[in-house]
């Protein structure tokens, strides 16, 4: 067997078995359980997901079905883990053979990052999201988010307030965009529909000879959601000039060409399958999404520390400070961003 040394959350294997028709090939996880602590709920997410996403392929005809979905295997007993003595749960994966996934994105990468994505959600657009199960509740509840963000603030309890008065100032302005998407769900505007929540490029296998985008992979944090938070949070991990934690926010901004770039792979996917109000809404997505995650660091950085690991001193205040120099960048650029799309959509009809 060979290990992957990719992904950072879950331990991944290939295993190499020799067949009457050659080398076949298996990819073997062991489940993160720290991080997913409800297994059996996440993988009949994933095998929903999945079964879906094939049914689908192999009635349009695809040739390619066996490298364009995963398919989770499950042992003698009907079950897709083996938890072994240890209490480990290990599960196995077809193999998406000829593959290849990148850590650094450049345009053409991007969008066939967006392609993927965009044709994910449109696979799985006749799929009843409430199917699934919500594994991580309130994940994208910005609401929540900020109202975890005031009481960190109130409680005070390592005396950090007084220094974060002016983040804490804006992102309290900006209060009314964290109950956007929520408020035009209950009007009936907006559709929970299957959003992956870890779309990023690393996520996805390209073709190795073409470069073509095949599987959308990792799905452990498949679950109903808003299109403009997977759209967003893409956007935002991608097309952001510096690094998540860069200490000089004068060279944090969101590139244009990048979100272009995955906006011209996304849209064409999905324009004819999400509501206008949906699309509108997705440059709102890139700013909420920002927002939500400068109000994560934020609260962490209030409440000393306990949830994300910090590697230098002030680790979250300087990546809440980060997040927060991109979103007034994005502010700056939701028109651009908006016209932008809306070209895409042209094209396309
Ligand atoms: N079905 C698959 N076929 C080929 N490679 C895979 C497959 N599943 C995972 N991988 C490889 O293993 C890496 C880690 O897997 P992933 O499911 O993304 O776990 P993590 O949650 O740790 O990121 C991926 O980035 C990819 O390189
Ligand atoms: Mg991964």
């Given at each position: 067997?060979?290990?992957?040394?990719?992904?950072?959350?879950?331990?991944?294997?290939?295993?190499?078995?020799?067949?009457?028709?050659?080398?076949?090939?298996?990819?073997?996880?062991?489940?993160?359980?720290?991080?997913?602590?409800?297994?059996?709920?996440?993988?009949?997410?994933?095998?929903?997901?999945?079964?879906?996403?094939?049914?689908?392929?192999?009635?349009?005809?695809?040739?390619?079905?066996?490298?364009?979905?995963?398919?989770?295997?499950?042992?003698?007993?009907?079950?897709?883990?083996?938890?072994?003595?240890?209490?480990?749960?290990?599960?196995?994966?077809?193999?998406?053979?000829?593959?290849?996934?990148?850590?650094?994105?450049?345009?053409?990468?991007?969008?066939?990052?967006?392609?993927?994505?965009?044709?994910?959600?449109?696979?799985?657009?006749?799929?009843?999201?409430?199917?699934?199960?919500?594994?991580?509740?309130?994940?994208?509840?910005?609401?929540?988010?900020?109202?975890?963000?005031?009481?960190?603030?109130?409680?005070?309890?390592?005396?950090?307030?007084?220094?974060?008065?002016?983040?804490?100032?804006?992102?309290?302005?900006?209060?009314?965009?964290?109950?956007?998407?929520?408020?035009?769900?209950?009007?009936?505007?907006?559709?929970?529909?299957?959003?992956?929540?870890?779309?990023?490029?690393?996520?996805?296998?390209?073709?190795?000879?073409?470069?073509?985008?095949?599987?959308?992979?990792?799905?452990?944090?498949?679950?109903?959601?808003?299109?403009?938070?997977?759209?967003?949070?893409?956007?935002?991990?991608a097309a952001n000039t510096a690094e998540e934690d860069e200490e000089d926010i004068t060279k944090?901004?969101?590139?244009?060409?990048?979100?272009?770039?995955?906006?011209?792979?996304?849209?064409?996917?999905?324009?004819?399958?999400?509501?206008?109000?949906?699309?509108?809404?997705?440059?709102?997505?890139?700013?909420?999404?920002?927002?939500?995650?400068?109000?994560?660091?934020?609260?962490?950085?209030?409440?000393?520390?306990?949830?994300?690991?910090?590697?230098?001193?002030?680790?979250?205040?300087?990546?809440?400070?980060?997040?927060?120099?991109?979103?007034?960048?994005?502010?700056?650029?939701?028109?651009?961003?908006?016209?932008?799309?809306?070209?895409?959509?042209?094209?396309?009809?």
């Amino acid at each position: 067997y060979d290990i992957i040394k990719a992904g950072n959350i879950n331990d991944t294997y290939v295993i190499n078995t020799r067949a009457e028709d050659g080398i076949k090939q298996y990819i073997v996880q062991r489940v993160n359980t720290t991080v997913f602590k409800n297994p059996n709920q996440i993988v009949s997410n994933a095998e929903l997901v999945t079964s879906h996403i094939e049914k689908k392929l192999k009635e349009k005809g695809d040739p390619d079905v066996k490298r364009k979905v995963m398919h989770i295997y499950k042992n003698k007993d009907g079950n897709s883990f083996y938890i072994s003595e240890n209490g480990d749960n290990w599960r196995v994966l077809s193999f998406v053979f000829n593959s290849v996934n990148y850590n650094q994105v450049n345009n053409i990468i991007l969008k066939s990052t967006g392609e993927a994505f965009g044709s994910f959600q449109r696979l799985l657009s006749d799929f009843p999201a409430e199917m699934l199960y919500t594994t991580i509740p309130d994940f994208h509840n910005t609401e929540k988010r900020f109202e975890a963000l005031y009481m960190a603030a109130e409680k005070d309890s390592c005396g950090r307030k007084q220094e974060v008065q002016n983040e804490l100032e804006y992102l309290k302005s900006k209060e009314g965009y964290a109950s956007k998407f929520r408020k035009l769900h209950d009007n009936n505007e907006m559709p929970l529909r299957v959003t992956h929540n870890d779309t990023k490029c690393n996520n996805v296998m390209f073709d190795k000879d073409t470069g073509a985008p095949l599987a959308v992979i990792d799905l452990d944090t498949v679950m109903p959601g808003f299109v403009a938070h997977d759209f967003g949070d893409a956007v935002r991990f991608a097309a952001n000039t510096a690094e998540e934690d860069e200490e000089d926010i004068t060279k944090v901004s969101l590139d244009l060409n990048m979100y272009e770039s995955f906006a011209c792979g996304f849209i064409p996917q999905v324009s004819d399958m999400i509501s206008k109000t949906e699309l509108d809404n997705l440059p709102d997505g890139v700013l909420i999404i920002t927002l939500e995650l400068a109000s994560r660091f934020l609260t962490d950085y209030l409440n000393g520390d306990v949830y994300f690991k910090c590697k230098k001193p002030k680790h979250n205040l300087i990546r809440a400070r980060c997040q927060i120099a991109l979103a007034k960048d994005i502010e700056k650029k939701l028109s651009e961003m908006q016209s932008r799309l809306d070209s895409f959509v042209t094209i396309v009809k």
